[in-house]
């Protein structure tokens, strides 16, 4: 048997990493700035991770959610601390889209009503419901097509005003920053008036922070840079540090009920356990302080006074999310940050270089990424 082959690869395997180092199989090192898609969040085998993992295994590795699991219990806790929504319920599942599904399902069951709203270029997820919410017509199959979602620019609030005037729609879903579209933010005025528009017309915000949540922003969550709350939230990539796992954060208004949502993988013994390791590295390390410290570095380094530095046409994002968008001329900036000088990063389009390293990247890695592209830049 083959692999279905829906992915273009890198004839590159890494096989051992440490903190924000790579090493391939023949030995070669490179410094990691994309975290495989902002999953790595405390850095590759992390000793304290590692460890609960290991002692975890030796216990027990699963059993279904028929049964009591107090780690599941501490990781809602701990969870609720480090965020801010110690009042919200926990819904742990296995990925992002698995997270939104839910959300979505959730809100509808919540309104009564069938539709969603949500914004240009989104991105929530592969799966039915999710897909259908992501603006990307290429990915969707007839399957996936229905009228149940619509879309509006972000941004926009009269556009999104005048859908939910209807009063048809169950949910409004929001990235806290679009990371595939290129880095794209809701402004905090759009935010918090589109909280004020929900609240007016009984619908259900939704925030999706699978990709800018989990401390990436220099707050908890990005939407909390614009000193809103939202009705439900959904969570993975940086959740536990590779493992497979995702969570929704449900407002004390809704009400569970049994069979309502359910899972056969979420919320298992080496998820949660890996999940409360990164909870408890990102307290005793401050990596969400040091995610604001170091978005701050890169900003300045690259953006100084506003002005993007060669050959940076826009600088965008918050915190340890960025987006490099690069001149006419330089598609291939990217690869060569790859080939020639061993950094692995992101791309949202051929001009749009993604960083989301690790949050515990230091002064010293993000000061040799930035020599590194002003050099090719001037090359």
Request: glycine fraction near 10%.
């Amino acid at each position: 048997m083959n692999l279905f082959e829906v992915y273009k690869l890198w004839d590159i395997e890494p096989v051992k990493g440490l903190g924000t180092t790579l090493w391939d199989k023949n030995g070669t090192e490179y410094t990691d700035l994309y975290g495989g898609h902002a999953v790595i969040s405390v850095g590759h085998c992390h000793p304290h991770y590692v460890s609960a993992l290991t002692e975890q295994l030796g216990k027990l590795g699963f059993y279904s959610n028929a049964v009591q699991n107090s780690l599941q219990k501490t990781l809602a806790g701990k969870l609720g601390k480090a965020s801010g929504y110690d009042d919200y319920s926990l819904f742990l599942c296995n990925s992002g889209a698995e997270a939104n599904e839910n959300a979505m399902k959730l809100a509808s069951f919540h309104t009564d009503r069938a539709k969603v709203l949500a914004f240009g270029k989104a991105f929530h997820g592969r799966t039915s419901g999710a897909v259908a919410a992501t603006d990307n017509p290429k990915i969707q199959s007839p399957f996936n097509a229905t009228d149940h979602v619509e879309f509006v620019p972000l941004n926009d609030i009269e556009a999104a005003e005048k859908a939910l005037n209807t009063r048809k729609f169950a949910a409004v879903i929001i990235e806290g920053i679009q990371g595939v579209a290129g880095i794209y933010e809701p402004s905090d005025d759009f935010l918090q008036e589109l909280r004020r528009l929900c609240d007016r017309t009984g619908t259900v915000l939704i925030l999706d922070e699978i990709q800018s949540g989990y401390g990436r922003t220099g707050l908890f969550f990005a939407h909390q840079h614009a000193g809103i709350r939202a009705d439900i939230i959904t969570t993975a990539k940086g959740m536990a540090n590779g493992f497979p796992v995702g969570g929704v954060l449900i407002s004390p208004s809704f009400k569970a009920e049994y069979g309502m949502l359910g899972t056969t993988f979420g919320g298992n013994h080496l998820a949660c356990t890996a999940a409360i390791a990164v909870l408890e590295i990102f307290e005793s390390e401050h990596l969400v302080e040091n995610a604001a410290r170091m978005g701050e570095y890169f900003r300045q380094s690259l953006c100084p006074d506003g002005i993007p530095v060669h050959p940076i046409k826009e600088y965008r994002g918050r915190g340890l999310m960025i987006g490099i968008e690069v001149k006419d001329g330089y598609e291939d900036l990217r690869n060569r940050l790859l080939f020639e000088k061993h950094f692995f990063t992101g791309a949202a389009g051929p001009k749009v270089i993604r960083l989301l390293p690790s949050l515990t990247i230091s002064e010293e890695t993000a000061s040799r990424f930035i020599s590194a592209l002003k050099a090719l830049g001037n090359e």
